[in-house]
């Protein structure tokens, strides 16, 4: 079975712009988490898709916005780049609630 | 919402020693307790987790101990090896309501050979 996949892998960009994330979970995995990691706050959770609804939301502002399609993946966007928003961005899946298989992350450069 | 401390923030042992990571939680509705290691330049993985029913949960060398009590619960790792340096996150998250976790802020664990 592949693992979770997300893509790009590695970008810049300046502050203003706006960023879109992917991540395709392991098939058969209905839930998709985002989270942000940087070495200051640690692992932050973003939010939780499960069958294409927003289950869960963490303490991040409108800027942050996700979705999930029908075939589970799911993207993410941060709009309005700031330079604090530098962080490696990992999503995660799961069948249902319970053990998270994360993947490789996209690490974001906000310059 | 949830908070989680996690102590040591980093941990040097003897291979062979026992290592010990503790995490205290706040929200009492919390009723899983994940952990999770990640090595240098890799994704975090699952290595054990418990369930608020379960008081201690054992796996080979792992050991997880939860007191809903006290709110808190702990890691113990016996016959340290050098492939167990890493990072180690424990988390804490609402269960069957979803994959909400709230993550301790790590333990940097090195095993001296």
């Known amino acids: 079975k592949a693992g979770v996949t997300q893509t790009p892998r590695y970008l810049i960009k300046t502050r203003g712009q706006q960023v879109t994330l992917s991540c395709s979970p392991i098939?058969?995995?209905?839930?998709v988490s985002w989270y942000q990691q940087t070495p200051g706050q640690g692992l932050q959770f973003l939010f939780e898709y499960f069958s294409e609804t927003q289950r869960n939301k963490g303490n991040f502002p409108g800027r942050f916005s996700g979705r999930q399609f029908s075939n589970s993946r799911s993207e993410m966007n941060v709009s309005t780049l700031e330079l604090g928003d530098s962080a490696l961005y990992l999503c995660?899946?799961?069948?249902?609630?319970?053990?998270?298989?994360f993947g490789e992350g996209s690490r974001l450069t906000v310059l | 919402g949830e908070n989680v401390e996690q102590h040591p923030s980093t941990l040097s042992v003897q291979e062979g020693d026992s290592a010990v990571i503790k995490c205290t939680y706040s929200d009492s509705a919390s009723n899983y307790f994940p952990w999770y290691k990640q090595e240098l330049g890799k994704r975090p993985q699952l290595i054990i987790d418990?369930?608020?029913?379960?008081g201690e949960k054992k796996d080979q060398r792992i050991a997880v101990t939860l007191n809903k009590t006290a709110k808190h619960f702990s890691l113990h790792i016996t016959e340290t090896q050098p492939e167990d340096s890493a990072v180690y996150f424990c988390?804490?998250?609402?269960?069957?309501?979803?994959?909400?976790?709230?993550f301790g802020g790590g333990t940097r664990l090195m095993v001296k050979p």
């Open positions: 995660a899946s799961s069948q249902g609630a319970g053990e998270l298989f």
């Open positions: 418990i369930r608020s029913n379960v």
């Open positions: 098939s058969g995995h209905r839930s």
């Open positions: 988390a804490a998250g609402p269960g069957n309501a979803g994959n909400m976790l709230t």
